[in-house]
């Protein structure tokens, strides 16, 4: 089993930054990629960003290079996600999720966290 408990949302005003972190816990994590993803009312999930448990190796969606950056925290042992120039469409619940690469662009998991609530106001 693994536990993942995600931290770090809130409010912000558009232009704002906000980074998210992601706990995981239980078996050994080291075959899988940490993903970002996201759900806003009314739309699906969507993909953000994943990492490897080592941290050498990251993928993205092109809609939010540029902005967000997933990156492993090794002093923590967090997966952090950092949004920049934040924007009201980015509200959402962040959610962070823990498989194999497929299985992650694929939008599908069996390790989910509970979501973090991020609101941007205009």
């Known amino acids: 089993q693994v536990q993942l408990v995600e931290s770090g949302g809130g409010l912000v005003q558009a232009g704002g930054s906000l980074r998210l972190s992601c706990a995981a816990s239980?078996?050994?994590?080291?075959?899988?990629?940490m993903g970002w993803f996201r759900q806003a009312p009314g739309k699906e999930r969507e993909f953000l960003a994943a990492i490897n448990w080592s941290g050498s190796s990251t993928r993205s969606q092109d809609s939010v290079k540029g902005r967000f950056t997933i990156s492993k925290n090794n002093a923590k042992n967090t997966i952090d996600l950092q949004m920049n120039s934040l924007k009201p469409d980015d509200t959402a619940v962040y959610y962070c999720?823990?498989?194999?690469?497929?299985?992650?662009?694929?939008?599908?998991?069996?390790?989910w966290g509970q979501g973090t609530q991020v609101t941007v106001s205009s």
């Open positions: 999720a823990a498989d194999l690469v497929p299985r992650l662009l694929a939008g599908r998991s069996d390790y």
């Open positions: 239980g078996r050994t994590l080291s075959a899988y990629f």
